[in-house]
């Protein structure tokens, strides 16, 4: 017999003995409940399992309905068991259409629905759990279906692997310090310090002493040593938010300490090494930055080994959707009564708006949406988006003018924003695609890997 590792959720109010032993014998760990809200608690968060609904149990259809949210969690394969004739009721025949990997008629074959449920699990546990594929954070969890950020979550992968310094890009609000979080939870640092620092938040005149700490009595007021954030994050990462915003004389500190691994704190005599991974992040054009003086270019390559490029929201398709119903599902306990999701108003106006602050505004948007809606669906209203459930009319000229935006955006996206590639696709030659660029004023998309200091290419995903 096989250890019991699988584990099976068995939903039914009169549990067939003989199944439970049947699926016991084959290696399955059965948990028997009874409720939509038992099912939920028995699911475990990234963790496959297989699930038989057994609809020949006399269910009440309000408690078939409730089951509809839990036949949704993506890591679970269910099977159904129904009496005959039992699926020409409309409802229940969607249920299974839409949310079943396979079902069976009472008097089923014991062998018959274990080989199914086998199977609904073994198709689950081919995809990858969704927290592989992000992190955890303060306002939510990474997801993403498109293409680009499917990219991405395969670069975080990737960039975990080494310790390399890696420079993520993007517009604000596009969940950069949630990329840096993923990359260090998957890299061998993972059980060191994440020490995050915004180098756009903190007084000029204080970032030195926020970097590399002080001794005491180094200035008036310093009664006691200060560990600075570099220091603290020995052995781990130190993640670098607005990186661009860095004043130049702190850009110099930073540049001697990764060049030489040390640091002094301030009134200090010595040196203390420290063995950091930096990952740094800015919404800011650092070509632009680098051209005016305002950034100092050598720093940049010593940041810029491994690029990643964060899509905006606007660029993700249909994971506005997929992300405005996760963030209701996990905000909607704020609402004075329940919920059942986005009027098509609301649906219709997610996609037409442009979304200039990103994820950040798409999870504000809905937050106050789920404790001012007084419906039991959130509309187009609730969202302050009621102008974008229909698309102003656009001359000729601004349609033509979208649509080349649209297909340059799209084209380097597709190819990690080189330049070359994305020309060949559009049919143009290199120079009308960088002319172009700067005509519409998106001369940030430019993604041309830079070569690292040993001739390998950076990893990098599109950028928008």
């Not at 009496?83 to 990997?101: E, H, I, S």
């Not at 955890?136 to 310094?165: H, N, Q, W």
């Not at 009319?393 to 924003?417: D, M, T, Y």
Request: hydrophobic share 40%; charged share 25%; net charge neutral.
């Amino acid at each position: 017999m096989e250890p019991a590792t699988r584990q099976l959720i068995y939903v039914s109010r009169d549990p067939s003995a003989e199944l439970n032993t049947r699926f016991l014998q084959r290696g399955w760990h059965v948990e028997v409940v009874g409720s939509a809200r038992e099912v939920r608690r028995a699911v475990r968060a990234g963790m496959a399992a297989g699930g038989l609904l057994d609809l020949s149990s006399e269910f009440q259809p309000h408690e078939i309905a409730a089951f509809e949210s839990c036949l949704t969690i993506p890591n679970v394969g269910w099977v159904a068991a129904t009496t005959p004739g039992q699926l020409q009721d409309a409802a229940l025949r969607r249920l299974v259409r839409d949310y079943c990997f396979d079902y069976v008629t009472v008097p089923y074959s014991g062998d018959r629905i274990v080989d199914s449920v086998g199977h609904a699990y073994g198709m689950i546990s081919l995809g990858e759990p969704a927290s592989n594929d992000g992190s955890t954070g303060a306002e939510g969890e990474m997801v993403g279906s498109c293409d680009a950020m499917l990219a991405l979550f395969r670069s975080i992968r990737k960039v975990a692997m080494t310790d390399a310094p890696v420079f993520i890009s993007g517009e604000s609000g596009t969940g950069k310090e949630l990329t840096a979080v993923a990359i260090h939870e998957r890299s061998a640092r993972r059980n060191a310090p994440f020490v995050p620092i915004n180098c756009g938040a903190i007084p000029p005149h204080l970032l030195q002493s926020e970097l590399f700490g002080y001794e005491r009595g180094a200035f008036t007021g310093a009664n006691q040593r200060k560990i600075g954030r570099v220091e603290a994050a020995n052995g781990g990462t130190l993640f670098l938010d607005e990186i661009g915003d860095l004043p130049l004389e702190s850009q110099a500190s930073l540049l001697r300490f990764l060049q030489e691994r040390k640091v002094e704190r301030l009134g200090g005599h010595g040196s203390i090494d420290v063995d950091v991974r930096i990952i740094s992040a800015t919404h800011v054009d650092m070509t632009a930055a680098m051209i005016e003086g305002r950034f100092r270019s050598d720093l940049y390559h010593r940041l810029c080994v491994l690029q990643i490029d964060e899509p905006p929201l606007r660029a993700r398709g249909k994971d506005i959707e997929l992300l405005a119903r996760h963030m209701l599902e996990r905000f909607k306990k704020d609402a004075s009564r329940r919920l059942r999701g986005f009027a098509p108003d609301a649906i219709a106006a997610l996609h037409n708006y442009g979304w200039p602050g990103n994820v950040r505004e798409l999870i504000n948007r809905v937050r106050r949406a789920i404790v001012m809606s007084e419906g039991r669906a959130i509309t187009a209203r609730d969202l302050e988006l009621a102008e974008y459930v229909e698309i102003v009319p656009v001359s000729l000229a601004q349609a033509r003018e979208a649509a080349e935006r649209q297909a340059i955006e799209l084209a380097l996206l597709r190819h990690r924003g080189r330049l070359g590639d994305a020309a060949h696709e559009l049919g143009i030659s290199r120079v009308t695609l960088y002319r172009l660029l700067c005509s519409h004023g998106m001369r940030h998309m430019e993604g041309e890997p830079l070569a690292t200091p040993h001739g390998e290419l950076p990893v990098s995903v599109p950028h928008l």
